[in-house]
């Protein structure tokens, strides 16, 4: 009588196998007689595609497409942006964008929408925000997030690729996750040859599809920026966004004392990734008092 004895070794190093990775498990087979002495020795591997395994070269095509649309990326002089937009509130409401940027922790950004308006101004750690309603507008919030779609490739992993061709164009479609976010993935085409980032579209929940649209696109300080920008949701454009000017310009300082009355925030995070789930996982909201110029601030964390 013969017994077999399996010993099973801890799965080994993930391998590329013609361009696919797959991840190899290997088992020490031993046959042993009744007496004890080994008589065969087997040493088997069977392999498996791994999850959530990248492509390397779909990987370096999303970086580079996002950092040549990227306006903030290795920027080297100040510039001002002028946009006009229409956002779809009630009703069709049109309005205009100005933001005048130094550096990433320096610029000042006024929005006007009907009789909506608002001036943020960064310095350093802290953000001060002035508008004269109690709240702003989602669809402001869209608008900046829109205009700042290139901006947070950090974290962001290509699952898959799928070539296609539209209008005779040929385009790459990525399906991008964050990592370590628990979200659907987007779908980001872009053009094969230009790498001129074409669209953005996901889901939100509860029962939206949401896309994002990039067209017109201009060169500038070494960039490649749209001067057309949509967001649909459910297939209605909720926001059209039009580049009116983008110029390099002397960024006047002055511009960084904040306004009378400014809310202010201390800025821990980037707060723009091209996935819209991500969250900063704290942040300190402060609203000064003129009466005795002491500061009143709130934690707040995500629900």
Known sequence: MSVTIYHQLRPQTTLPRSGVHEIAKCYH???????????????????????????????????????????????????????????????????????????????????????????????????????????TPVRIGELISLLQFAEGSAGLLVKKQKQRVEDGVEITCLQVERENVKAKPHEVCVNSASHEILRDEWPEPPDERRKEQYSDYFDFGGHHYPRKLQLLVNGNVVITANVQDLTTTVFDQVLLLPPKGAMTSLQRYETRSAHKDARPDVSTVCESKQTNGRHHCRHDRPD
């Open 29 to 135: 087979v031993v046959a042993d007689e009744e007496a004890g002495n080994p008589t065969t020795t087997l040493f088997l591997c069977s392999f498996s595609p791994l999850l959530g395994a990248t492509d390397p070269g779909a990987q370096k095509l999303l970086v580079t497409a996002k950092q040549q649309a990227s306006l903030f990326h290795d920027q080297a002089s100040p510039f001002q942006i002028d946009v006009d937009f229409v956002a779809q509130i009630n009703a069709p409401t049109q309005g205009h964008l100005t933001l005048k940027w130094e550096a990433k922790d320096r610029w000042w950004r006024k929005i006007v929408m009907d009789r909506f308006e608002q001036i943020e101004i960064r310095n350093g750690d802290r953000l001060y925000t002035s508008r004269n309603t109690p709240f």
